[in-house]
T-cell receptor, first 112, second 116 residues
Framework: ELKVEQNPLFLSMQEGKNYTIYCNYSTTSDRLYWYRQDPGKSLESLFV?????AVKQEGRLMASLDTKARLSTLHITAAVHDLSATYFCAVDNGGSNYKLTFGKGTLLTVNP | GAVVSQHPSRVICKSGTSVKIECRSLDFQATTMFWYRQFPKQSLMLMATSNEGSKATYEQGVEKDKFLINHASLTLSTLTVTSAHPEDSSFYICSATSGVGIAGYTFGSGTRLTVV
């Protein structure tokens, strides 16, 4: 059974600071996704990482994937209040039987 | 980009009644659709996977007679919560994929179900 572990689960940071959220998973997969969820809303897709070494950046967020280490990171640069949300990583179980397994999520609070 | 429409966004129903939630892929053919449930401050829990024209595959512990899923076309899946009880109150989210890995998964806007 595929397991996805995210840490930290809670992150409170000051505006302007940098931080990294980690996502470890238990079985071989080279399809990993990052989502953002605002309170009361559904998921917003941030990044789709489909190969080892993939790195994608959008604004102050950068995601990377190391399939050998079974690790993905979401790096936040110079955080701003608008980034406050819950961030989920999810891993595809691979093959043709599509199914996502989610981490528990990281609740990010950026304080002014 | 790919869009998935989910309705209703909020619904309040009485205990014992049934509620239907619709999930439509607007600009792509969704070979596979997924239904999730999310409790407050928790992650998404996959309830079932449905492929067009086939019976849904339910996750362990999900009652298939209570949560009826129909995926009659490549653009529409429905989840019916039958004989709803207050403990069924939750946030239900659908997702769809066209089956191509790079396309990823597109999520609907979610349905907040409150059973009173």
């Amino acid at each position: 059974e595929l397991k996805v572990e995210q840490n930290p689960l809670f992150l409170s940071m000051q505006e302007g600071k940098n931080y990294t959220i980690y996502c470890n998973y238990s079985t071989t997969s080279d399809r990993l996704y990052w989502y953002r969820q605002d309170p009361g809303k559904s998921l917003e897709s941030l990044f789709v990482l489909l190969s080892n070494g993939a790195v994608k950046q959008e604004g102050r967020l950068m995601a990377s994937l190391d399939t050998k280490a079974r690790l993905s990171t979401l790096h936040i640069t110079a955080a701003v209040h608008d980034l406050s949300a819950t961030y989920f990583c999810a891993v595809d179980n691979g093959g043709s039987n599509y199914k996502l397994t989610f981490g528990k999520g990281t609740l990010l609070t950026v304080n002014p | 980009g790919a869009v998935v429409s989910q309705h209703p966004s909020r619904v309040i129903c009485k205990s014992g009644t049934s509620v239907k939630i619709e999930c439509r892929s607007l600009d792509f053919q969704a070979t596979t659709m997924f239904w999730y449930r999310q409790f407050p401050k928790q992650s998404l829990m996959l309830m079932a996977t449905s492929n067009e024209g086939s019976k849904a595959t339910y996750e362990q512990g999900v009652e298939k007679d209570k949560f009826l899923i129909n995926h009659a076309s490549l653009t529409l899946s429905t989840l019916t919560v039958t004989s709803a009880h207050p403990e069924d109150s939750s946030f239900y989210i659908c997702s769809a994929t066209s089956g191509v890995g790079i396309a990823g998964y597109t999520f609907g806007s979610g349905t907040r179900l409150t059973v009173v």
